[in-house]
Structure formats: C-alpha cells, structure tokens
C-alpha cells in the first residue's frame, strides 16, 4: 500500500511529486531565458512531447522495462530533434529576438494542432489514459522526481558557473559584442535548445508515467506561459527561484482550484502583478538583493568586486603579429551600400597593408561607421568585395569574419555590464582556447599588446571588478584589449578616443603606434580630432556623402583644399 512521506498527506503528496517535475521544466525555462535571455513560450512543447512518448508506447506497443526505456528515448531524441530544428529557424544570424520569441510561441500550437490530428492514436482532445505505468509507490515517485529534479538542478548549477555560464550571461547582455568576439552565438543557443529541450521531454515523461494521463494541455501555450510565470516570480537567473516558484504556485494552485475555483487563477494573477511591480526581479530577488548588500558592505575592495583568482599569462605563439605575406590583409571593391533609396556608401575601393595606420576621416554621416560595418559583417553591403587576407568575405556573419582575423571596437563602448573584467577577458579568448561546460578557467592566456594594455591602464589589478564600475577611459582599455585578445590582423577602431581625457588619448595613440611599428597590425581608425589622426596615421582615407574623396598620405590630405572645403562644408563643384 502506498504511504505518504512523514507530515504530508497523500493529497499533498502527489500535487507535490507533480510539481517537482514541473519544477524541472521551470528550470529549463530559467536557462533558456533567465540565464540567456531568449524568451521562449515553447518549452511545454518539449515536456509534451516527453509526456506523449509515454503514453503513446505504453498504449500502442508495448510495457516492460524495455518498452519503458525505449519510449524515454523516442522522448528524448523526438525533443531534442524538434529543438533543434526550431532553434535553427529562430535562432540564425539576423534574426530579431522577437522572431525567436515567436517561433517558440508558434511550437506548442502546432504541437496541440497534431495531437488533436491524431485522432485515436493520440487520444485528440480528450487525451489518453489508463497506459500501463509502474504503479510504485508514491514514496518511491516522490524519491524518483525529487532525485531528478536535484540532478538537473546541479547540472545546471555547475553549467552556469562554468565558461558556459559567463557566455549565456554575456549573450543575454551584448549579443552583438559576443558575435564580433567570434562567439558563436547561434551555435550556442541552439545547443542550449536541444539540451533544455531534451531535460523537458524527461520531465514530461516522468510526469505522464506518474500520473498515467496525458492531455493536449501538457504540450500547450497555456503551460509555456504558466513556466515564465514561475521563473519571473521566482526569479530568472536563480536557479533556486524558478524551481521554488514552480512548485510553490503549482502547490498553491492545486489547494486554491479546490477550495476556490473561480477565483483561484484571478489570485495567482493578481500575485504575479503585484511581484512583478513591487519586486521585479521575483521572490529570490529578497535574499540575493540581501546577500549583494552583505557583500558589499563588508567587501574592503567596495562595491562590484568579486574574489577571483583568474591570472593573466602571456598568449604562446606569436600573439597578434600576423606573418607579412604578398596578399593584402584588406581589399575593399567597389563596395556599394544602400538603404532604401538612401546610397550611404557608393563605389569605395581601398587596400590596406599590413603595418597601416588608415584613418578615416569626414563629416558626419559620411559613412565612415557604414563602411566598417560592411567590413565586419558580410550582410551589410548591396553590392561589391571585401577581402580579408585573401578571402571574400561573402555574407559570412560577424563571429565568422573574427576568424578571418578582423577585429572591431564600437563606437559606443560596448561591454558585458555585470561580468568582471577577467570574465571579459576570458570570453575574448573562446574562439581561441575554447571554454568549458563545467569549470571556470582561471588562467586567461593574452597576447602580448592585450596585456600591455591591460598594465598601462591598471585593469590588470581590477580583474574582479564588474565592468559596469569602470571609468570611460578604462572600459575603453578594456574593450581594445578584448578585441586585441582575439589576435586580429586587421583592426577596425571606431572612435576610440572619443571622451576620453588628453592624457588618456596620448596614451592609447602610443599603443596603437605600437600595433602597427611593432606588432605590423593592419589598423583602420575612424576619428573626428584630426590633431590626434595626424600624429598617429601613416595613410588618411577620406569619405564625403559615401564617396571616397581622396586617399593619401597625411600631408596630401592635411594641404588638400578640397578637404578643407568639406570640412567647411563648402558644396564640392564650388571647392574643385
Ligand atoms: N541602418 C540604416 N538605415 C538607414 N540609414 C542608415 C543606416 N545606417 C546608417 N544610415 C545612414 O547612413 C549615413 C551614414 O551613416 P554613418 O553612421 O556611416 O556615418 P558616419 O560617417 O559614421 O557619421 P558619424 O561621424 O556621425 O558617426 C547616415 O545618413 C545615416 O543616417
């Protein structure tokens, strides 16, 4: 006979087994958008599907151990296989994240729209029931989901304290610097879309062969949207939040339907509104908030610091000095970029060499951002090559063109706010050194230029400061240090001096002098203080209304009337 675990009623007990699977699947909701920000209403489709692989064998084929095994594994691969197709149509370079969002909003009303197309085989609307399960006890499910939900819960605890967790925290802050680091960021959600996927379908399964019914509403929207409740009350980005407010909700809602039927979802409601005002950040965010504040008070380093014990090495190798060859590190023809009837940039032909300093100057709205844009990112230009060190770059996506070698700063800094320095450093490394899916490497190896930056502007003795903390000067050191980090030959440098103090930009002209003289990096710099272009470049492209106006040395362009008549912003046939 089945007995209840000590103090909880039977009732109570199986509401609770239940929710802890359902807490499993708020876990996976938690990874997905919590941790990486991709807000997804699909994952109920994949706890369906677990959930109906159950059944459907149990029903249609056959019971036994074997049969068991065989449907959790039908489950599993029908998940994961789902996930990844979903994941490749939301998740490819381009697309918005409210595409992504709809995609999996679109996944379980498909799924529901199948199953009740199955008519007698899935049970249609009505569902199935009575499949043989293996009734055990109730003590023994409870043991049985209460043992998977502590195993998701650490795997994913060890997941996100590893390099893996510091690239979903950074793709959830910075997408776009993650792509220009060469991360690749489709690639890794998908990953984590098949992974959460796949620990769904287990969850389902569990919670079919448990309750020994399932229906259309296991795999629905309705479900989907109830699990980003739970994480948003919770709290996303707290493992613990999500599966609290999981089965804290699910537990309150079973005994509320009993005793209040019509008003207990009004309630539930009424909670979520009044949480998600008072306490944006969910539940957990009380003890978190807390604990942030302990630290803070007794951290002697202050606020935003973290103990951290990554240490810098110098890069093996030959770090960033990329190897003098007859091919151009760059060519740019006949490169044309339009937006509507709008021509930004028309006809720009350039080749820049290895050791170059190449500024390029012009008023504003000349196309100067635009023209780096289309040398880091293949999808930017209409028409015309780029070519990077001998490869056309095609419509390769950013994160593709890093490997090429081509490294790019923003024009706005553009760094991971709550990730430490050392955190930045180490994810500039990934497409080199790789990461790890279970430890956080503690050793950042850098090349030479990077850690010299680092030193001269003392963020080598902050690498546990979250960045957001930084002064200008220094998330600007950062940031160069980062793209350095990916041992570019090629770099491309919008205005990186901009509000910077004198003696800062004095300091990074000496290190980009340095790049080029010494490391023979191939440098294109775009730059308004033309005092500043002057000392540092060696070659002073210049763009007027998105046609190169003239491409020489700094003294041809420094004694150029036609220069200066656009910078006076005299008409060109006039000037000429
Ligand atoms: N995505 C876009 N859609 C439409 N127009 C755009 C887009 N991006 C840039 N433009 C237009 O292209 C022109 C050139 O912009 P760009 O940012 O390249 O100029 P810039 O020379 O870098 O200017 P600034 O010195 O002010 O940064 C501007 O008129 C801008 O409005």
Same mark, same amino acid.
């Given at each position: 006979?089945?007995?209840? +675990?000590?103090?909880?009623?039977?009732?109570?007990?199986?509401? !609770?087994?239940?929710?802890?699977?359902?807490?499993?699947?708020?876990?996976?909701?938690?990874?997905?958008?919590?941790?990486?920000?991709?807000?997804?209403?699909?994952?109920?489709?994949?706890?369906?599907?677990?959930?109906?692989?159950?059944?459907?064998?149990?029903?249609?084929?056959?019971?036994? #151990?074997?049969?068991?095994?065989?449907?959790?594994?039908?489950?599993?691969?029908?998940?994961?296989?789902?996930?990844?197709?979903?994941? %490749?149509?939301?998740?490819?370079?381009?697309?918005?994240?409210?595409?992504?969002?709809?995609?999996?909003?679109?996944?379980?009303?498909?799924?529901?729209?199948?199953?009740?197309?199955?008519?007698?085989?899935?049970?249609?609307?009505?569902?199935?029931? /009575?499949?043989?399960? *293996?009734?055990?006890?109730?003590?023994?499910?409870?043991?049985?989901?209460?043992?998977?939900?502590?195993?998701?819960?650490?795997? =994913?605890?060890?997941?996100?304290?590893?390099?893996?967790?510091?690239?979903?925290?950074?793709?959830?802050?910075?997408?776009?610097?993650?792509?220009?680091?060469?991360?690749?960021?489709?690639?890794?959600?998908?990953?984590?879309?098949?992974?959460?996927?796949?620990?769904?379908?287990?969850?389902?399964? /569990?919670?079919?062969?448990?309750?020994?019914?399932?229906?259309?509403?296991?795999?629905?929207? !309705?479900?989907?949207?109830?699990?980003?409740?739970?994480?948003?009350?919770?709290?996303?980005?707290?493992?613990?939040?999500?599966? !609290?407010?999981?089965?804290?909700?699910?537990?309150?809602?079973?005994?509320?339907?009993?005793?209040? #039927?019509?008003?207990?979802?009004?309630?539930?409601?009424?909670?979520?509104?009044?949480?998600?005002?008072?306490?944006?950040?969910?539940?957990?965010?009380?003890?978190?908030?807390?604990?942030?504040?302990?630290? =803070?008070?007794?951290?002697?380093?202050?606020?935003?610091?973290?103990?951290?014990?990554?240490?810098?090495?110098?890069?093996?190798?030959?770090?960033?000095?990329?190897?003098?060859?007859?091919?151009?590190?760059?060519?740019?023809?006949?490169?044309?970029?339009?937006?509507?009837?709008?021509?930004?940039?028309?006809?720009?032909?350039?080749?820049?060499?290895?050791?170059?300093?190449?500024?390029?100057?012009? +008023?504003?709205?000349? /196309?100067?951002?635009?023209?780096?844009?289309?040398?880091?990112?293949?999808?930017?230009?209409?028409?015309?090559?780029?070519?990077? =060190?001998?490869?056309?770059?095609?419509?390769?996506?950013?994160?593709?063109?890093?490997?090429?070698?081509? /490294?790019?700063?923003?024009?706005?800094?553009?760094?991971?706010?709550?990730?430490?320095?050392?955190?930045?450093?180490?994810?500039?490394?990934?497409?080199?050194?790789?990461?790890?899916?279970?430890?956080?490497?503690?050793?950042?190896? %850098? #090349?030479?230029?990077? %850690?010299?930056?680092?030193?001269?502007?003392? %963020?080598?003795?902050?690498?546990?400061?979250?960045?957001?903390?930084?002064?200008?000067?220094?998330?600007?050191?950062?940031?160069?240090?980062?793209?350095?980090?990916?041992? #570019?030959?090629?770099?491309?440098?919008?205005?990186?001096?901009?509000?910077?103090?004198?003696?800062?930009?004095?300091?990074?002209?000496?290190?980009?002098?340095?790049?080029?003289?010494?490391?023979?990096?191939?440098?294109?710099?775009?730059?308004?203080?033309?005092?500043?272009?002057?000392?540092?470049?060696?070659?002073?492209?210049?763009?007027?209304?998105?046609? !190169?106006?003239?491409?020489?040395?700094?003294?041809?362009?420094?004694?150029?009337?036609?220069?200066?008549?656009? *910078? =006076?912003?005299?008409?060109?046939?006039?000037?000429?």
């Amino acid at each position: 006979m089945a007995t209840a +675990p000590l103090y909880l009623d039977t009732y109570m007990t199986n509401v !609770l087994i239940r929710a802890l699977f359902l807490g499993v699947l708020a876990l996976t909701v938690d990874l997905v958008w919590g941790y990486t920000g991709v807000l997804t209403f699909g994952q109920s489709a994949f706890f369906g599907i677990g959930a109906y692989a159950c059944a459907l064998v149990a029903t249609h084929w056959g019971f036994g #151990p074997g049969w068991f095994a065989l449907a959790l594994v039908i489950g599993i691969v029908a998940a994961a296989v789902t996930a990844w197709l979903v994941g %490749l149509l939301s998740f490819y370079h381009g697309a918005s994240p409210l595409y992504s969002s709809i995609m999996t909003l679109a996944l379980p009303i498909v799924l529901v729209q199948i199953i009740f197309a199955g008519g007698r085989f899935t049970g249609s609307s009505s569902g199935l029931s /009575g499949f043989p399960t *293996y009734y055990w006890s109730i003590d023994t499910w409870f043991v049985i989901a209460g043992i998977l939900l502590v195993a998701v819960a650490t795997v =994913a605890w060890l997941f996100v304290r590893s390099d893996y967790g510091c690239i979903l925290v950074a793709i959830r802050e910075n997408e776009d610097r993650c792509a220009y680091l060469g991360i690749p960021v489709s690639r890794i959600k998908i990953g984590l879309f098949v992974a959460c996927g796949a620990i769904g379908a287990v969850a389902g399964f /569990g919670y079919a062969a448990f309750t020994n019914v399932v229906a259309p509403e296991l795999g629905g929207f !309705l479900l989907g949207t109830e699990s980003l409740i739970w994480v948003a009350l919770g709290g996303r980005g707290t493992l613990l939040g999500p599966i !609290l407010g999981a089965i804290g909700i699910d537990v309150t809602s079973s005994y509320l339907s009993g005793s209040l #039927p019509f008003l207990w979802k009004f309630i539930v409601g009424v909670v979520f509104v009044l949480v998600i005002i008072l306490l944006p950040n969910g539940f957990a965010s009380l003890v978190t908030g807390a604990w942030r504040r302990y630290r =803070a008070r007794s951290n002697p380093d202050g606020e935003g610091h973290h103990a951290t014990s990554v240490r810098l090495v110098a890069a093996e190798g030959t770090g960033v000095r990329p190897t003098a060859t007859a091919v151009a590190p760059i060519r740019i023809a006949a490169l044309t970029c339009r937006y509507g009837s709008l021509t930004v940039l028309d006809g720009i032909e350039v080749e820049a060499r290895e050791g170059q300093l190449l500024s390029i100057v012009g +008023p504003n709205g000349a /196309g100067k951002t635009t023209l780096m844009r289309c040398i880091s990112n293949g999808t930017e230009r209409t028409s015309g090559q780029v070519t990077v =060190a001998g490869t056309e770059i095609g419509r390769r996506s950013p994160q593709k063109i890093v490997s090429l070698g081509v /490294g790019r700063s923003f024009q706005n800094t553009s760094l991971f706010d709550s990730l430490t320095v050392g955190d930045c450093l180490r994810l500039a490394r990934y497409r080199i050194d790789g990461a790890s899916a279970f430890v956080r490497q503690q050793t950042v190896a %850098l #090349p030479k230029p990077a %850690l010299e930056i680092l030193q001269a502007t003392g %963020l080598d003795q902050q690498l546990g400061l979250e960045t957001r903390y930084l002064s200008h000067g220094m998330k600007r050191g950062l940031e160069l240090a980062m793209v350095l980090a990916t041992e #570019p030959r090629v770099l491309l440098l919008d205005e990186p001096t901009a509000g910077l103090t004198k003696s800062e930009r004095t300091a990074i002209g000496h290190v980009l002098t340095r790049l080029v003289e010494e490391y023979g990096l191939c440098v294109f710099l775009i730059e308004h203080d033309l005092d500043f272009v002057r000392e540092i470049s060696n070659r002073i492209v210049v763009l007027h209304q998105g046609k !190169l106006l003239l491409d020489g040395s700094v003294e041809e362009v420094v004694s150029s009337d036609l220069v200066k008549a656009v *910078y =006076a912003g005299q008409n060109l046939e006039t000037a000429a």
